[in-house]
T-cell receptor, first 113, second 115 residues
Framework: ETGVTQSPTHLIKTRGQQVTLRCSSQ?????VSWYQQALGQGPQFIFQ???????GRGNFPPRFSGLQFPNYSSELNVNALELDDSALYLC????????????FGPGTRLTVL | AQSVTQLGSHVSVSEGALVLLRCNYS??????LFWYVQYPNQGLQLLLK??????LVKGINGFEAEFKKSETSFHLTKPSAHMSDAAEYFC?????????????FGSGTRLSIRP
């Protein structure tokens, strides 16, 4: 059974640029959630996708957007990058939209200069 | 609204000593509670979860947590610390709406182990 994978591992961007982060769900999981973890803090919920539709969103601006594909892999897109977007971005998958247990990937470390 | 509070941002214990990481929750309904561990430069690994089946929950790596409704607590313990336990630990609660389930994390406790 393959766990949650994310790419790339590290990324450096400059202010104003756009970035796309990718996530492959654990086998059999149809729900993906994205979290932002700033340095020294706990992860914060960005949004959740279930069967290619966004079905829940945290307190993040619209420049944070996502996609989920038919194979349940997912992308997180961030436009107009700001310095405060520097963080570890975590993807988590679960076997259902209302399933409480989520399984996390290793994360993508984004640095915005 | 559901939330968790972790008491102590940094805990240091000697190898072989008891580990106690504190977490209090706030929830108007019976919560689903979790402890996750994060090793340096890695993602989150689920240690254990409480789903109301039993108040004492056993997890991986010798950790366990006890749900105490009267104290609104879900503290994490391990009888004997190992050097490999050094990591960041997050207490979390699940918040489920009619359409989605998200996890609300505490601010984390860094566990250091002294030789």
């Amino acid at each position: 059974e393959t766990g949650v994978t994310q790419s790339p591992t590290h990324l450096i961007k400059t202010r104003g640029q756009q970035v796309t982060l990718r996530c492959s769900s654990q086998s059999g999981h149809n729900t993906v959630s994205w979290y932002q973890q700033a340095l020294g803090q706990g992860p914060q919920f960005i949004f959740q996708y279930y069967r290619e539709e966004e079905n829940g969103r945290g307190n993040f601006p619209p420049r944070f957007s996502g996609l989920q594909f038919p194979n349940y892999s997912s992308e997180l897109n961030v436009n107009a990058l700001e310095l405060d977007d520097s963080a570890l971005y975590l993807c988590a998958s679960s076997p259902g939209q209302l399933t409480d247990t989520q399984y996390f990937g290793p994360g993508t470390r984004l640095t915005v200069l | 609204a559901q939330s968790v509070t972790q008491l102590g941002s940094h805990v240091s214990v000697s190898e072989g000593a008891l580990v106690l990481l504190r977490c209090n929750y706030s929830s108007s309904v019976p919560p689903y509670l979790f402890w996750y561990v994060q090793y340096p430069n890695q993602g989150l690994q689920l240690l254990l979860k409480y789903t109301s089946a039993a108040t004492l929950v056993k997890g991986i790596n010798g950790f366990e947590a006890e749900f105490k409704k009267s104290e609104t607590s879900f503290h994490l313990t391990k009888p004997s610390a190992h050097m490999s336990d050094a990591a960041e630990y997050f207490c979390a609660v699940s918040r489920t709406s009619s359409s989605a389930s998200k996890i609300i994390f505490g601010s984390g406790t860094r566990l250091s182990i002294r030789p």
